[in-house]
């Protein structure tokens, strides 16, 4: 679709997006910002470094000894250290957590963290025997550095409201009692006010016109594709492009009441209402958090009640560290790290690490047409000519009178006769507004234009044109006339479509082969367009379903309506009038050659706008998820057998789980979960592989 400068209406407005990721605690005290948990990560990883190389215990696996003056402080100075910077974002989470009473992932952290500070407190204070220093800062670090990854990955569009108000132009023409123009600021207009758009300019507020007509590209805020006329007394809204002539429009709406402040309000209302499905990670997370202060109370009963206290207290702070392992918190972040990364080199830019994950259930996927399975300009689909002149005549003749022209649709007869080495110079060009272009080829005087031209003029199509226009008027193209003057009939006729993409077919095989159950179009064009397009593509009837002439808020609404049917819906799209729709989805994904405001709307940007990659997103989510799933089924086979040997529930036997052995199991835990991610990297997502 055409990417104009529009009206911004939501200029100077700011939108408060709540919890939309469903990060829940640790996003909202993190700052969403990526940047918070690199500079802990880095700080946090070269403090860590001499606690880890001075530990006793690490010596004693590593066979190598280090001792200097003050080495015994070097673990609790830094230790320290670590656990109130880097740790701090968990902690804070963690209180945010119960104060929500929504125990989650920050809660495991800070809990494990906070019960390997006390512990190895207490052991620096001579009370305990637990070197849990190095353990401390591993565990720190590492929660921070798959909290850091897992913030780059996400890229909820919370700048879609932005990108509207960057639509709005910077100023306007706008007319004085005199009669003369004085260029304003837009945000100066006022309701009443007249304002002059001259040909190519932009109308600066939704209005009346009235004096001039004018044929306007409506496409970015209707999905029309192909201008409109609009005459004295017709509406015109704020984005729209006058293509041909300059006209006069008197405001009728500024700020909030403008169409596209209604389209700000829209995507604002979808995006709080689709971004509250809680990770997967945290619900875990919440899960072990229960069993792990359930196991710790069960075996501090149990030791104290055997006489043992001091081997209560040991076995309930080994229970409590060792049930938030550090394959717990890269088991998720690895996996959308990678999988992200994976996309971006295939040209499909994951915003949304929700949207990847929603990806998977997908069963409608609902395309707008104009920009996305068509490449939102028209181009020659037919050619007649009438008796005695032939096709290769007239497209050349036609060429020409309409090479000095910037109407979208001359351009692609020009085009036409371009690629065809058909050559003609045209002389003494004219606009006829509304109607046509006129000029001299050759020495003789030729017009060009539409059923308006062949009205004024009282011209007639002959018979040889006549089947062909007609069935080109039923497939909803665009029909142009050339005409030789003076004279009473049309000597040629050209059909005019928004040229479908040539993958789009291919797009739609692929997802029926990815099992998706239903295929939708929706578009602002009239339904013989759509349906034209749609049997192009292969649309079966009866399954799938085409919306035609649809304007931007029925966008929206049909999207609530499929999702209304059971059906989980990704959208498609690229325009302006798009992006409510893609935010109300359950998974948005934007044509990457789209509008700004598109893109921002979007969880899923494809930056080839080749609609294929959508089947690559699907491939992508379904494998993302198994790895996801299969790290976390490790992480929890690890605590399945950790727990209880950690609490002690083998000592009679001979078999304790001593915190060394417990966090070589976590650093085992943490490689295989890293292994298991990097299979990722099979998962095709090129656009075109079947």
């Known amino acids: 679709m055409t990417t104009h400068t529009a009206h911004g209406a939501a200029h100077g407005r700011t939108h408060e997006h709540g919890d939309h990721d469903g990060h829940g605690g640790h996003d909202k005290h993190a700052g969403h910002d990526p940047e918070v948990f690199r500079r802990k990560f880095w700080l946090s990883l070269a403090l860590t470094i001499p606690i880890v190389v001075t530990s006793e215990m690490v010596m004693e696996w590593f066979g190598y000894d280090v001792g200097f003056a003050g080495m015994a402080w070097l673990g609790p100075v830094l230790g320290t250290a670590v656990f109130f910077h880097g740790g701090w974002p968990f902690l804070a989470g963690a209180v945010s957590e119960i104060r929500d009473r929504a125990p989650g992932m920050m809660l495991l952290v800070a809990m494990a963290i906070t019960v390997a500070y006390t512990a190895s407190l207490a052991t620096s204070l001579g009370l305990f025997d637990l070197d849990f220093w190095w353990e401390l800062a591993a565990l720190v670090t ?46 100066d207009l006022a309701v009443g006010d007249t304002v002059l758009v001259r040909s190519g300019a932009r109308v600066p507020a939704d209005g009346k016109i009235i004096d001039g007509t004018a044929e306007l590209d409506e496409s970015m805020v209707t999905g029309e594709s192909r201008p409109v006329p609009r005459g004295t007394g017709d509406r015109v809204v704020a984005g729209t492009v006058a293509t041909d002539s300059a006209i006069r429009v008197r405001v009728e709406a500024v700020g909030e009441d403008t169409a596209l402040a209604g389209i700000g309000r829209l995507v604002a209302q979808a995006q709080a209402a689709g971004g509250r499905a809680q990770v997967l990670a945290d619900r875990f997370a919440a899960m072990l958090f229960y069993v792990a202060t359930a196991a710790a109370a069960v075996t501090f009963a149990a030791w104290w009640l055997l006489g043992d206290l001091d081997e209560a207290v040991v076995r309930t702070v080994t229970v409590l560290v060792i049930a938030c392992p550090h394959a717990l918190g890269l088991a998720i972040p690895l996996v959308i790290a990678l999988s992200t990364a994976l996309a971006a080199k295939a040209g499909v830019l994951v915003k949304d690490r929700l949207a990847l994950e929603r990806m998977r259930t997908v069963d409608a996927v609902l395309f707008d047409k104009t920009g996305t399975l068509t490449k939102g300009a028209h181009t020659v689909t037919g050619t007649a000519a009438a008796d005695g002149f032939g096709e290769t005549g007239v497209l050349r003749i036609a060429g020409a009178v309409e090479a000095d022209s910037e109407h979208p649709l001359a351009r692609a007869l020009t085009g036409a006769a371009h690629d065809k080495g058909l050559h003609a110079r045209a002389t003494g060009f004219r606009s006829l507004t509304g109607r046509g272009v006129r000029a001299s080829v050759d020495g003789r005087t030729y017009a060009v234009g539409g059923p308006a031209l062949l009205r004024e003029l009282g011209a007639t199509v002959p018979a040889a044109l006549r089947d062909a226009t007609e069935h080109w008027s039923r497939r909803g193209a665009a029909v142009l006339y050339l005409l030789r003057l003076p004279g009473e009939e049309a000597i040629g006729a050209f059909a005019l479509e928004d040229e479908v993409r040539p993958e789009a077919r291919q797009a739609i095989e692929q ?54 049917r059971g059906l989980r819906v990704a959208m498609v799209g690229d325009g302006v009038n798009d992006a409510p729709a893609l935010a109300r ?53 690890y ?15 001979g078999i304790t789980l001593s915190p060394a052995i417990g966090a070589v199991l976590m650093s085992a835990s943490t490689i295989v979960v890293a292994a298991n991610a990097q299979l990722l990297r099979r998962v095709r997502l090129t656009p075109g592989t079947p």
Do not use: C
């Open 585 to 637: 989805a359950d998974v948005g994904l934007a044509i990457g050659a789209g509008t700004d405001v598109a893109i921002e709307s979007a969880g899923v940007v494809l930056a080839s706008s080749d609609p294929r990659a959508v089947t690559g997103v699907i491939r992508l989510s379904k494998a993302s998820y198994r790895k996801m799933i299969q790290n976390l089924a490790w992480a929890a086979g």
């Open 511 to 564: 997802l029926r082969r990815a099992g998706i159950a239903k295929i939708v179009m929706i578009t602002g064009d009239a339904r013989p367009v759509a349906e034209a397009v749609a049997a192009d593509l292969g649309f079966v009837p009866g399954k799938d379903e085409v919306f035609a002439e649809v304007l931007p808020v029925d966008k929206d609404r049909t999207v609530a309506a499929l999702q209304a």
């Open 639 to 653: 605590n399945v057998v950790a727990i209880p040997l950690a609490a002690g529930a083998l000592a009679w036997a």
């Open 142 to 187: 590492i929660m921070l550095l798959g909290h850091w990854q897992e913030m780059k990955a996400i890229g909820q569009a919370q700048g879609a409201l932005a990108a509207l108000a960057a639509l709005l132009p910077d100023d306007a023409e706008r007319v004085t009692g005199d009669g003369g123009v004085e260029r304003v600021a837009v945000a």
